[in-house]
């Protein structure tokens, strides 16, 4: 069965600085991995998604992934944060075979200071 | 345009009523689901619809009972819920099939069972 661990439940950051998260998945063949992001009371936002390919995405608002096969890692960064990308983030994995299901991972709530 | 609706943006029932949370998508997608989310968790699957066929039941439940009467919308019925039913309760979806298709989610129904 797949899974995903995010290791760090939360997460503080001056604004402007460098952030990534990070994620790690258990699946026996390639996953397909996503980044979701998700506002106070709000729905989940899709950032950016990995199936094949380039192991280094490109997402919405100034997201990017790499996907890392050696370390079952897709983690998530950005060079400079802003206030406004506050909120709880999940990485989420998808089986290959035809599965519907998405497993996600706990989250990682990052909060942003001045 | 990636958008899903859901009506209502909050609920209020009481353990003895019947109420219904309605789900809508027009990008033509042929999966949609529901998901349950408690606060400072990740989104729990419920049900998916595949091809307008209930393909996925997450062992939720029988006063849970979802509807899909054509491929662009999703009902979720409600009845005698108890109150740790309470929570937000996601409607997603996506193209479906056996194709590496990522999901969209919608803005949510915070549901609150008195």
């Known amino acids: 069965a797949q899974s995903v661990t995010q290791p760090d439940i939360h997460i503080t950051v001056s604004e402007g600085a460098s952030l990534e998260l990070r994620c790690n998945y258990s699946?026996?063949?390639?996953?397909?991995l996503f980044w979701y992001v998700q506002s106070p009371g709000q729905g989940l936002q899709l950032l950016l998604k990995?199936?094949?390919?380039?192991?280094l995405v490109q997402g919405i608002k100034g997201f990017e992934a790499e996907f890392k096969r050696s370390q079952s890692s897709f983690n998530l960064r950005k060079p400079s944060v802003h206030w406004s990308d506050a909120a709880e983030y999940f990485c989420?994995?998808?089986?290959?075979?035809?599965?519907?299901?998405?497993?996600f991972g706990t989250g990682t709530r990052l909060t942003i200071i001045p | 345009d990636t958008e899903v609706t859901q009506t209502p943006k909050h609920l209020v029932m009481g353990m003895t009523n019947k109420k219904s949370l309605k789900c809508e998508q027009h990008?033509?997608?042929?999966?949609m689901y529901w998901y349950k989310q408690k606060a400072k968790k990740p989104p729990e699957l419920m049900f998916v619809y595949s091809y307008e066929k209930l393909s996925i039941n997450e062992s939720v439940p029988s006063r849970f009972s979802p509807e899909c009467p054509n491929s662009s919308l999703l009902n979720l019925h409600l009845h005698a819920l108890q109150p740790e039913d309470s929570a937000l309760y996601l409607c997603a979806s996506s193209q479906g099939g056996q194709g590496t298709y990522e999901q969209y989610f919608g803005p949510g129904t915070r549901l609150t069972v008195t």
């Open positions: 989420a994995v998808k089986g290959n075979f035809g599965n519907e299901k998405l497993t």
């Open positions: 699946y026996g063949a390639t996953p397909y």
């Open positions: 990008m033509g997608h042929r999966a």
């Open positions: 990995y199936f094949s390919g380039d192991t």
